[in-house]
């Protein structure tokens, strides 16, 4: 479902830039994109509703789950600036941008950080060593190689619907268990990022019988 969000700042400046937010990014960096500019949030489009509506703006955020394809390039006959709110950028096509005149841009500080930091509360935890391993690699690709990986039990994969099917298909094979999802998802928000949902996909009940008789 899209979701649609409109942020105009009190004082624009003449000729002031318009910003299309096309995943979920945190409430602080929207706030600081409206100093440059007007600001809409639109999360969960399809690619043809991201074709049509990018003719209006001058500047793309994204995230992984948007694909900015050649077509989207095309289309922004305004666009001057992609940015990814992430690291790398294997979900924008580099050569349409090229061709078009887009700078890219990314921010990869963000996530190794984070990994950093987890890393050192794995290391200072009882966890076993092996439990958990942190990779790294392009998303779609690498979901797909830990979907047909058979010492892997589970997989929950969130992005864009091509995404969805190559997990399922897949894990069909291995009959691995899967938690799949096309739509948005603000990890951000605790309504959608934790709760009793993950619990229950993290939990598996297995019935043992047991024969008996005379």
């Known amino acids: 479902m899209t979701s649609v969000e409109t942020r105009t700042p009190t004082q624009l400046p003449l000729g002031a830039a318009r910003i299309l937010v096309a995943d979920p990014i ?23 509703e991201l074709v049509e509506r990018i003719g209006a703006y001058d500047a793309l955020v994204v995230r992984s789950e948007t694909k900015v394809t050649a077509e989207v390039f095309a289309a922004g006959a305004r666009l001057r600036v992609v940015g990814r709110a992430g690291v790398g950028v294997d979900n924008i096509d580099i050569d349409a941008a090229t061709r078009h005149g887009v700078l890219v841009l990314n921010a990869p500080t963000g996530n190794p950080i984070a990994a950093a930091e987890f890393c050192t509360v794995l290391e200072t ?77 993290a939990t598996e009940v297995k019935n043992i019988w047991i024969p008996y008789g005379e």
């Open 26 to 48: 945190a409430e602080d960096g929207v706030e600081r994109l409206r100093a440059a500019g007007e600001v809409d949030v639109v999360t969960g489009q399809t690619p043809e």
């Open 125 to 201: 935890s009882d966890v076993p060593a092996g439990v958990i391993n942190v990779i790294t690699g392009a998303k779609d690709a690498m979901a797909k190689v830990l979907a047909e990986h058979d010492d892997v039990d589970g997989m929950w994969y969130f992005g864009a619907a091509a995404g969805v099917k190559a997990v399922e298909l897949a894990s069909a094979a291995n009959m691995k268990r899967t938690w799949t999802s096309a739509q948005s998802r603000d990890w951000l928000d605790p309504r959608q990022g934790e709760g009793r949902e993950f619990l229950r996909r």
